[in-house]
């Protein structure tokens, strides 16, 4: 098929999910659409990078010098995100009390901007940081809560998955990349790299098999039976995209999910909600059990196709617990991979590294214990929302438990718990509490 007749029929296909997702949830705010394209953008590509406009980075001193053309349109919708929520007349009071934990740890990653040896290069980073805050709340203080999250969830996908089909089958300039080091050829779709594709099939995967699992088990007619139809095709391109990205980190979270939505099924579970926890908790205390008192970590990570460094990232990891930093505090938000330390190791080790490849180490890095710390009150936060969401929500609520835990595994191997990051975009909209707006509705663009 020629590239052009594909592109045209990608862009039908996504504009008739469109259609039908209008028709469907015709309640939805309009100004979901400002959530929607940050997240579309994090979840693919810099605005700069798909203008072909982007510096290429060749050392980390690269870094230093920021996009203008994505700073101005993050920060476009940074004020737009805030004019919608001061409409909305939210009770910031209200909003700290329901989030002490999670809004601690993002001020503190404000604060340690003051001792960053690049304070203004941080500054910038973690304005990103409370945009991203700001998109989050835009999304939990619509009116139509609920369906709010599951058509970000949804609309997202219509877009990226799709494209990234189409990318990696007719426009392998966009979709695919080559290692200069060893040639091999790499898939990525809409993203920047292969672990990028595989978070989103994780997320999105999730995302499908939970709407699948649980409208196939309800009574339905014509129209839920379109619904059903369409997302076992979008289950049919995560899967085939799964296979192209090869994305270990990824799967093996994506599996444990899915097993963790299909025995929430488990009608025992259901009539008691607290016992579900309680079979998450040994669940998860038993893989424990396996991977390290039983040394099965070995076995797993062969007969997924890895080396026993997880390629190269357990030797980076020993390399940077070395690292001569303020152990308390770290060097500040974002500011590890900068400068000095960051161009050592990139002469050390030839895939470049600009993160550590570990959740809890970047943080420690550059937050300190402290960060730590107060991240622990990030995560204990929000199980605390998911706990008592599922007295409430039970289908809803062991869908957002399965993304916490998948996101807590997935940080082992992978940075994702702050910044530009889908998986934290992710971890705070199913993580965070948002009071009832006051605010009411008028004539004009309705918030």
């Known amino acids: 098929m020629p590239p052009s007749i594909a592109l045209l029929l990608c862009i039908s296909f996504i504009l008739y999910l469109f259609a039908l997702d209008f028709k469907r949830e015709p309640d939805v705010s309009y100004a979901l659409w400002v959530p929607l394209i940050w997240v579309l953008i994090i979840g693919s590509r810099a605005v700069s990078q798909w203008l072909n406009l982007g510096v290429p980075i ?13 700073r101005n349109v993050f920060i476009i919708l940074i004020i737009v995100g805030l004019l919608i929520l001061l409409r909305r007349g939210i009770s910031w009071r209200q909003l700290w009390r329901g989030n002490a934990l999670i809004l601690s740890f993002i001020v503190y990653c404000g604060v340690s901007v ?9 500054l910038k980073r973690w304005i990103k940081e409370v945009g991203t805050l700001v998109m989050v709340l835009v999304v ?10 599951k058509t970000v969830f949804r609309r997202c996908a219509y877009v990226l998955l799709p494209l990234s089909v189409l990318f990696i089958k007719y426009y392998p300039d966009l979709g695919r990349a080559y290692s200069p080091w060893t040639g091999e050829v790499g898939y990525s779709g809409v993203t920047v790299g292969k672990n990028s594709l595989g978070v989103l099939c994780l997320i999105f995967g999730m995302f499908f098999v939970w709407n699948f699992v649980t409208s196939s088990s309800k009574k339905g007619i014509a129209a839920d039976k379109q619904r059903l139809l369409i997302h076992a095709i979008i289950l049919i391109m995560i899967f085939w995209l799964f296979a192209k990205a090869n994305s270990a980190t990824s799967l093996v979270c994506f599996i444990i999910g899915v097993c963790m939505i299909v025995g929430s099924r488990m009608r025992i579970l259901r009539a ?3 016992s579900f926890v309680r079979y998450v908790m040994v669940a998860g205390l038993i893989v424990f059990a396996f991977v390290t008192i039983l040394d099965m970590s070995k076995t797993l990570v062969l007969n997924l196709g890895r080396d026993e460094t997880l390629t190269g990232r357990t030797d980076l990891w020993r390399e940077l617990v070395k690292v001569d930093i303020n152990p308390f505090i770290g060097t500040g938000y974002e500011s590890f991979w900068l400068g000095d330390r960051a161009a050592k190791l990139w002469q050390k080790y030839s895939f470049h590294p600009n993160q550590s490849h570990n959740g809890y180490l970047e943080t420690y890095l550059n ?3 402290m960060g730590l710390f ?20 039970f289908d809803f609520g062991a869908f957002c438990l399965a993304l916490l835990i998948i996101i807590l595994l997935h940080n082992i191997t992978e940075a994702s718990f702050q910044g530009l990051s889908l998986m934290w975009f992710v971890f705070l909209l199913i993580g965070m509490e948002v009071p009832k707006p006051s605010g009411l509705q008028s004539s004009g663009f309705p918030v």
């Open 58 to 70: 060749e050392s980390p001193e690269d870094y230093l010098e920021g996009s203008p053309i994505d």
């Open 114 to 122: 003051l001792w960053s040896d690049f304070s203004v290069v941080s």
């Open 140 to 149: 939990l203080s619509d009116p139509n809560h609920d369906e709010a999250v």
């Open 272 to 274: 008691n909600p607290r």
């Open 367 to 369: 937050l300190g214990v």
């Open 374 to 393: 107060l991240l622990a009150g990030v995560v204990v936060s929000a199980y605390r929302k998911i706990r008592q969401g599922l007295e409430l929500d």
